[in-house]
Structures are given as structure tokens and as C-alpha cells.
């Protein structure tokens, strides 16, 4: 790993490699919403990619039963993830229609399944355990209309220490958290970032924190 180069980016490309398995993103999803499904191809992956749209991707989107999921990982605060979820939501529901061939011009109602937007929030800014936000908070008019449009995103702090009953039940994101502290812990004592990474990998590895993950991808070091 040191040896290699780090990329920057590593928090979302980590977690974008631990829950692009089928068995670890059933798991995070199970227990976000409380639920016991245990057939990962129930899942079916939809992510953008921005090959095909310009610019435009997402970390996961899924669906599973009557949902469409939208996960995001964050290492930054930031309040325009609404308006994100709107182009995101707006691109899959497309692909959604067209897929199941649609008629959005006909008389009869659709039956679209719900959509559910979830930032797992792992920067430094304190928001505390979770916090909602709201694409409305951001129109220029705030006059207690209903607006025409609006995106929630439920931002959940997956920091280290946070939201300790859902790292109980996904143990994935549990040592995600692990992993990040550590590389923080290594940073702060004086090491260049592609040596904290490398220490905080070793560490990982000995103390059995993603370490079936890291000892697989450890020599791929662009990925993280």
C-alpha cells in the first residue's frame, strides 16, 4: 500500500466497494429499516454510472420489495444533497419506466415503488446522530407553501462512536468506521496520508476489522 497511491477520495470509494456485494448491501438495508430479508438477489442493483450519464453518479441505488433506495456517502456537509437526490431519483425512475415499459401518458395510475434516500455522513462536523434535510430548505421563497417538488435525505453519522444500535446490527459498517477513525488517528500523528493509510490497513488487519476485505484489495491501493 505505501508503496502505492492513495486516492483522496478514499472514504467513498471504500464504501462503495464494501456494499457493492449483494450480501453486505441486504445487510446495511436490513438493518436501516428494521427488516430480516437473508435472499441477496432480492436486490436489484440499478447505480448510475457516469459513463452513461455524463458526469452524473451515485455510491448505491437499489431496488428491493416496493423500493427504490438511494445511498450516499459523504466526507463533507453537504446541504444540497436534496437537489442531488432529486436529479438521481429523476434518472432511475426513467430507467424504472422505460425498463418495465410504462405508459406515462395513459389513464391509468402507476404504481412506482417509494423512494428512500439515505447520506451516511463520516466527516468531522458534529450533526449528531442524524439529521434531516429537505429539498424546500433551499427554494429562494420560504412562505409555508407546499412546494411542487420535494427530496428528503436522512443523514445518518456512521463516525465512529454514532449510531451504535445500527452498527450493532451491520457489522460492515461498524468496521468501516473502525477503519476511517484509524486512518484519522494516524493522520493526526504526523503521517503523510499514503502512510496512515497503510498503517491504518495494517492495523485493521490485525485487530480482524475488515480484514478478509483490506488483505484482497490491499494491492489494489488506487482503490481506496
Not at 443523514?155 to 451504535?164: D, K, S
Not at 450493532?168 to 493509510?197: D, H, M, N, T
Request: net charge negative.
Amino acid at each position: 500500500m505505501a508503496n502505492g497511491t492513495v486516492n483522496r477520495k478514499y472514504k467513498d470509494s471504500l464504501f462503495r466497494m464494501i456494499f457493492s456485494e449483494k450480501e453486505e448491501l441486504l445487510t446495511l438495508y436490513n438493518a436501516i429499516n428494521g427488516s430480516s430479508y437473508t435472499d441477496p438477489e432480492l436486490l436489484e442493483v440499478n447505480t448510475i454510472e457516469d459513463v452513461l450519464y455524463m458526469g452524473m453518479k451515485n455510491d448505491v441505488s437499489f431496488l428491493i420489495g416496493d423500493y427504490l433506495n438511494l445511498y450516499e456517502e459523504q466526507s463533507t456537509l453537504n446541504p444540497n444533497m436534496p437537489l442531488r437526490g432529486l436529479f438521481y431519483f429523476s434518472r432511475l425512475y426513467q430507467g424504472y419506466v422505460a425498463k418495465n415499459k410504462l405508459d406515462i401518458y395513459g389513464r391509468r395510475m402507476l404504481a412506482l415503488p417509494m423512494p428512500k434516500y439515505i447520506v451516511f455522513y463520516i466527516g468531522a462536523d458534529d450533526i449528531g446522530e442524524s439529521r434531516e434535510m429537505r429539498l424546500s430548505d433551499i427554494f429562494l421563497k420560504q412562505t409555508g407553501e407546499v412546494p411542487a417538488l420535494e427530496c428528503v435525505a436522512t443523514c445518518l453519522n456512521v463516525n465512529y462512536g454514532h449510531n451504535q444500535s445500527l452498527m450493532a446490527q451491520c457489522r460492515k459498517l461498524r468496521e468501516y468506521s473502525v477503519l476511517i477513525a484509524r486512518i484519522r488517528w494516524e493522520l493526526a500523528s504526523g503521517k503523510e496520508l499514503p502512510l496512515a493509510v497503510d498503517s491504518a490497513v495494517q492495523y485493521c488487519i490485525d485487530h480482524q476489522v475488515l480484514d478478509d476485505f483490506l488483505r484482497k484489495h490491499r494491492v489494489v491501493s488506487s482503490n481506496l
